[in-house]
Nanobody, 122 residues
Framework: QVQLVESGGGSVQAGGSLRLSCGSS????????MGWFRQGPGKEREGVAG???????NYADNVKGRFTISIDKAKNRVYLQMNSLKIEDTAEYYC????????????????WGQGTQVTVSS
């Protein structure tokens, strides 16, 4: 059973930064795709950033230039560096992954973490 565990959430003032971390119980290189999602209060879950099946990173328009996704193969972790945080970035952030190429192409992630809360205040 694959387990993903997020950490690094917290409370920060607008304009501040946080780095989220996602650790996996299995080799992250075994995944065909990985990504970060979030769900804010009263909002639907949305994709934030991810690596596609070609290893290319992609970002939601509302975080481009502020968030950066990266992989540390030695530590078997995926990170989400979040800078210039805005109040609207407040959400529960989830790490997700899939080992299936077809699932990734359908943007259907098989494995999900429990989430980490990010709260941005004015």
């Amino acid at each position: 059973q694959v387990q993903l565990v997020e950490s690094g959430g917290g409370s920060v003032q607008a304009g501040g930064s946080l780095r989220l971390s996602c650790g996996s119980s299995t080799d992250i290189l075994s995944f065909e795709c990985m990504g970060w999602f979030r769900q804010g209060p009263g909002k639907e879950r949305e994709g934030v950033a991810g690596f596609d099946t070609d290893g290319n990173s992609n970002y939601a328009d509302n975080v481009k230039g502020r968030f950066t996704i990266s992989i540390d193969k030695a530590k078997n972790r995926v990170y989400l560096q979040m800078n210039s945080l805005k109040i609207e970035d407040t959400a529960e952030y989830y790490c997700a992954a899939s080992s299936s190429l077809s699932s990734c192409r359908r943007r259907s992630f098989a494995f999900w973490g429990q989430g980490t809360q990010v709260t941005v205040s004015s």
